[in-house]
């Protein structure tokens, strides 16, 4: 390609502009020198007087700056002397130039010591020139950057540093960490030489000196307070979904511009070419992604941090460690730093790689009651504001999708059990996770934004946005009809369907989905008063609390979801209502109506009620439990506590005294339907019952158990039936009200009697 360009230049019949200023240029020209002519003080001066301007500024109160600071500072203080009487030049900068002279030549030691020499005898004799290579570094030792030589396993199993520092054989592979020789013997003798060294070069001292000039440390905020000229592009990693994700969930580091972000970067090579002998060496780099686009990639501002030898394989997590390590400690600690001289506290953190390396987390005592029943529940993690991670949420339900593309012989098959509930038959050797589990995190994933609906442009809060919002390509070149459909054959990604269960399952799918969406959006509301109250006021909150509070619409937008944080205006929207006259008073009113409840409605968890009785079944030895029973039961407790069905037990006995009733009213049309003899608790729930009992679906739901009854093998009532029924609904009603007057009347009747003259 060089050759090619050489040869016939970078564009066809390009005419040069020689009459306004373009030439021809020779190689020397064109060639990019290592360093720049020092035609004054290649910015020394101008580091110099950032470094007064901060010593002197006024109303100075800062304590001595950080060792590395401080030494590079003494360095300037010992250097401001002139290199003799009758110049302005300083020590410093002469012995700059001259060093540079030295490296573009590739001069000796000897050279330049020699080349000090005939300089030194030409200057006056008060001149401070040094004499030596020796006395020149030792004037710029504060240049240098700290490096360190870690011994390795030969494969890579351990370092030896830490807790293996003094080890000389591997504890794991029992390799030696030096060469060994014959000693005559026939025995083997260790050497002082390691098997295999990895370099490596803190990152934290070279972003540091990035704040040591008032430039660089001033392009060190651009990627908050930098000018877009083209907003509608992306022109930086800032305008990224993953850097807006990562400030949503860390938002309070994200307030400083000056806390850096950096990116590592990685790839073999052979440095001797490709004909040599066959070694590879892996650097790792480490670019603070801070600075503008055009300065953020040049060669000066990308650092090497690792110099891993050999061929990795799948060790790479053993030679990163040293850098690891740095991350941790500047994500959890942070690192004292002087930009400018104005000393301040910074902390390093990679987007989404390390998010969370070294956090603590908490969980809500109702929660973590809780998660003994939920076959689901999983840690998600959403750090606080905090540096040592100690405000910190936990979050309920699986954190993500099972690793894509899962072998077809690898998933579980799955029936549809009930509305809204699956049935495994096999695991398959695969993941263990629940249907629906897996639906509400491709509902998150698959999140449309702003939909036009009915006419109305807002936020996808049904599952019918989803149908309406249109598919794209996707990396395997599938495209469906709309985002509803992407997130049904999805599931299949990670399940297999019974044969014959098709039809149905799409059925039960969108009906889960209805439900999940819903309680995607209510969820949001009640994390992000959750989440504020842990990571922003470090108090602790449970949902059952947050549900009675509210946040300020500058609150709510500082708490994103991962699943909105691409669509800002999305989750713009959804404050707006929520902060609104008329979403407050329903909400309030939808509140009065809970607090008529007499109770929770059930204590199944997010477990089907087939599910439950599985779980009771195996905390109780074995013991069998139809869905009735199950049903009967989840109204009194969790599976795993000391619960029995007892038709005799009165309406006390459940959390919601009306249970009581439905209970008896199923039963009695039960041995209607079926004869005096039967026995609802050894049998499953009949459809034919419930529709009996309860006049048909009222609401589109049956009597009891509305998502564990299947609606395909559930027999239909003619009108004339459902008429019948609900008639006699009402009589019993009827007859219900008219006895509870005549005790009323009664007991009036009585308290007359006992008036006394």
Wanted: hydrophobic fraction near 35%.
């Amino acid at each position: 390609m060089v050759e090619h360009i050489w040869k016939n230049g970078f564009t066809p019949d390009y005419t040069r502009w020689i009459f306004h200023g373009e030439a021809h240029r020779t190689r020397e020209e064109v060639v990019r020198q290592r360093v720049e002519d020092y035609d004054v003080d290649a910015g020394v001066g101008d580091m110099l007087n950032d470094y007064h301007e901060a010593q002197f500024a006024e109303g100075r109160t800062e304590d001595e700056p950080e060792a590395t600071a401080k030494a590079f500072y003494d360095m300037f203080d010992a250097a401001q002397k002139p290199l003799h009487g009758k110049t302005k030049v300083s020590q410093l900068d002469a012995i700059g130039r001259i060093m540079v002279f030295k490296s573009q030549y590739s001069m000796s030691r000897d050279a330049f010591d020699g080349l000090l020499t005939v300089i030194g005898s030409l200057l006056l004799e008060d001149h401070v020139l040094p004499k030596s290579m020796y006395e020149a570094q030792k004037l710029l030792r504060a240049l240098k950057m700290t490096y360190e030589q870690i011994h390795a396993c030969p494969k890579g199993c351990v370092l030896f540093r830490k807790e293996h520092t003094k080890a000389k054989y591997c504890p794991k592979c029992k390799s030696s960490r030096f060469m060994e020789v014959d000693s005559g013997d026939g025995q083997k003798r260790q050497l002082d030489i390691p098997v295999t060294i990895l370099r490596h070069l803190p990152f934290i001292p070279r972003i540091q000196r990035l704040y040591m000039t008032e430039e660089s440390a001033k392009q060190m905020t651009w990627h908050k307070k930098g000018k877009r000229y083209n907003p509608d592009k992306m022109v930086h990693a800032s305008d990224g979904e993953a850097w807006t994700h990562f400030d949503a969930i860390h938002h309070e580091k994200a307030k400083e511009a000056r806390n850096v972000r950096v990116a590592l970067a990685t790839d073999g090579f052979n440095p001797y070419g490709m004909t040599a002998a066959p070694y590879t060496c892996w650097p790792v780099f480490v670019i603070p992604i801070n600075l503008p686009p055009g300065v953020c990639f040049q060669r000066q501002n990308i650092f090497v941090s690792l110099i891993i030898p050999g061929h990795l394989g799948n060790k790479m997590g053993v030679y990163m460690e040293p850098l690891i390590d740095e991350l941790v400690r500047a994500w959890e600690e942070g690192v004292w730093t002087s930009p400018c001289m104005t000393f301040r506290r910074m902390g390093y953190f990679a987007p989404r790689v390390f998010t969370v390396v070294g956090q603590r987390w908490w969980a809500d005592d109702d929660d973590a009651a809780q998660q003994d029943d939920d076959d689901d529940a999983a840690q998600q993690d959403v750090s606080g504001s905090g540096s040592s991670g100690s405000r910190s949420i936990y979050l309920r339900g699986p954190a993500s999708l099972p690793k894509r593309p899962i072998l077809r012989d690898r998933r579980p098959l799955i029936r549809p059990d009930g509305e809204r509930s699956w049935m495994v038959l096999e695991t398959a050797g695969g993941h263990g996770r629940n249907p629906n589990g897996i639906l509400g995190l491709l509902c998150r994933e698959h999140f449309p934004r702003l939909v036009e609906y009915a006419g109305v442009t807002s936020p996808a809060y049904t599952f019918d946005h989803y149908a309406v919002a249109p598919d794209a390509v996707d990396r395997d070149g599938r495209q469906f009809n709309n985002k509803a459909e992407r997130v049904k054959q999805e599931l299949w990604d990670f399940f297999r369907c019974d044969a014959g269960y098709e039809a149905r399952a799409d059925v039960v799918s969108t009906t889960c989905c209805k439900k999940l969406v819903v309680d995607m959006h209510y969820e949001a509301r009640i994390q992000a008063i959750v989440t504020y109250h842990g990571s922003v006021l470090g108090e602790k909150v449970n949902k059952k609390d947050a549900r009675t509070m509210s946040l300020t619409a500058d609150q709510y937008l500082q708490m994103i979801p991962h699943w909105c944080a691409a669509h800002p205006e999305c989750w713009e929207k959804m404050v707006q209502r929520w902060c609104s006259a008329e979403w407050d008073e329903a909400h309030n009113a939808s509140r009065e109506r809970r607090l008529l409840m007499q109770g929770p409605s059930h204590h199944q968890g997010s477990r089907s009620l087939g599910k439950y009785a599985e779980a009771w079944s195996a905390a109780h030895g074995g013991a069998p439990c139809s869905t009735f029973s199950a049903y009967a039961m989840a109204h009194k407790g969790k599976a795993t506590s000391d619960v029995t069905y007892n038709p005799d037990d009165g309406p006390e006995a459940y959390t919601n005294p009306a249970i009581h009733s439905r209970l008896s009213e199923y039963t009695a049309m039960a041995k209607e339907v079926h004869g005096p003899d039967y026995d609802p608790r050894t049998e499953d729930i009949d459809g034919d019952v419930l529709m009996r009992v309860g006049g048909g679906k009222r609401h589109g739901r049956y009597w009891i158990a509305d998502g564990a009854i299947d609606s395909s093998s559930t027999p239909t009532l003619s009108q004339g039936e459902i008429l019948q029924t609900r008639l006699d609904d009402e009589r019993r009603q009827r007859e219900e009200l008219e006895k509870r007057m005549a005790e009323m009347f009664a007991k009036r009747e009585l308290g007359l009697h006992l008036v006394p003259y």
